[in-house]
């Protein structure tokens, strides 16, 4: 097995930050022993690829340096083929603007992410795969629909390069159109499908999002399961109120709201709908979700 890490770098990740900060920190691991091939990124969907032919080739293990975008592309470059074979290694360089992923394991960022890797810490983590009618997703932290994912499509799709004012811009606009819809499925193959209409939906592997949000406090990445989280009917007044709530993960305690472990998600969609997986907005067609059991070593 290759025993060098191949880094893949996105230098635009967190607005230009991390083509500031790579330099160093790659630096960093080398004169800590550590063996890298370093690959930047110019365009979308370019690291999947990368990835793809460096698996092909040998390489077990990866380096995301960047922010969860980089990581999800780097997953879906693996997989499926990796499912198959000897279990890869993914390690990260928290550089972008988002990294909910590792807020799971700690708060110390790229240094935290450095000691990590020198130290050769890693641990067992699941794969969540989402079947859709035009293919097939990876995915490692969450995938929502619903509210935050109206909220991050129009953030994606009408204030991309607004920054923080175009998120809360993207949060005032769904709190004043504030859709509650059914999105019907069924869990663990029970015999009625689930149409009761909703605020939103997570199928998550670990806790955060956005950040700092602890969307499923209860989440485990090496459970097997999906900790599915759903929020009811809760109007907008209710919803302003328990924001809070949604950071410290005490929201799951309101009696609109629902969470359980499962193994296997069923959709029975009339058409493509709108969500956020690890970051990326994307409209899918869903029909199955389940998980890849340990599927991927993790540096952590």
């Keep these: 097995m290759n025993e060098t890490f191949l880094a893949v770098v996105n230098p635009a990740a967190g607005g230009g930050r991390c083509r500031k900060l790579v330099g160093p920190a790659l630096d960093g691991l080398r004169n800590g022993g550590i063996?890298?091939?370093?690959i930047e990124t110019n365009a979308p969907g370019q690291a999947m690829q990368i990835v793809r032919d460096a698996y092909a080739r040998g390489y077990r293990r990866f380096l995301a340096v960047g922010g969860d975008g980089t990581s999800y592309e780097i997953v879906n470059g693996l997989f499926p083929e990796a499912a198959q074979h000897e279990r890869p290694t993914l390690?990260?360089?928290p550089l972008g603007t988002g990294n909910s992923?590792?807020?799971d394991?700690?708060?110390?960022?790229v240094e935290f992410a450095i000691q990590a890797l020198l130290a050769r810490r890693s641990q067992a983590c699941d794969?969540?795969?989402l079947r859709h009618k035009a293919g097939v997703i990876y995915y490692i932290n969450l995938l929502s629909m619903g509210f935050a994912a109206d909220v991050a499509t129009m953030?994606?799709?009408r204030f991309s390069g607004w920054g923080e004012p175009g998120y809360q811009l993207s949060i005032l606009t769904q709190l004043v159109r504030f859709r509650r819809r059914p999105f019907p499925l069924k869990v663990d193959g029970e015999p009625a499908i689930d149409r009761r209409p909703c605020l939103f939906l997570s199928f998550n592997n670990s806790k955060f999002t956005g950040g700092t949000m602890m969307i499923a406090p209860k989440a485990d990445v090496s459970d097997g399961l999906i900790e599915y989280v759903r929020w009811g009917t809760i109007g907008r007044a209710g919803l302003i109120r328990n924001l809070p709530t949604l950071y410290d993960g005490t929201h799951i305690n309101h009696p609109l709201a629902e969470r359980r472990a499962a193994k296997r998600i069923d959709f029975y969609f009339d058409a493509p709908v709108d969500v956020m997986v690890d970051g990326e907005v994307l409209t899918l067609h869903c029909e199955v979700l389940d998980v890849l059991p340990s599927a991927l070593s993790v540096v952590v």
């Design 35 to 38: 063996k890298l091939e370093v």
């Design 91 to 93: 390690a990260f360089l």
């Design 101 to 103: 992923f590792l807020r």
């Design 105 to 109: 394991f700690g708060k110390g960022g």
């Design 127 to 129: 794969v969540l795969r």
């Design 155 to 157: 953030r994606a799709r």
